[in-house]
């Protein structure tokens, strides 16, 4: 299971949004994928 659907099932099953800390985590995770997927292929 990934790090993001972790968060998320944990953060759902304690009935809570998940915390800035954890959606921080999230964002730091997801930023290589996203500027490898944004940047140019040559």
Known sequence: M???SQ????????LR???SGEL???????KP???ECAS???
């Open 2 to 4: 990934s790090v993001v």
């Open 7 to 14: 968060v998320i099932l944990n953060a759902d099953d304690e």
């Open 17 to 19: 949004y998940p915390t």
């Open 24 to 30: 921080k985590g999230i964002e730091n995770f997801l």
């Open 33 to 35: 994928a996203v500027s």
């Open 40 to 42: 140019p292929k040559r």
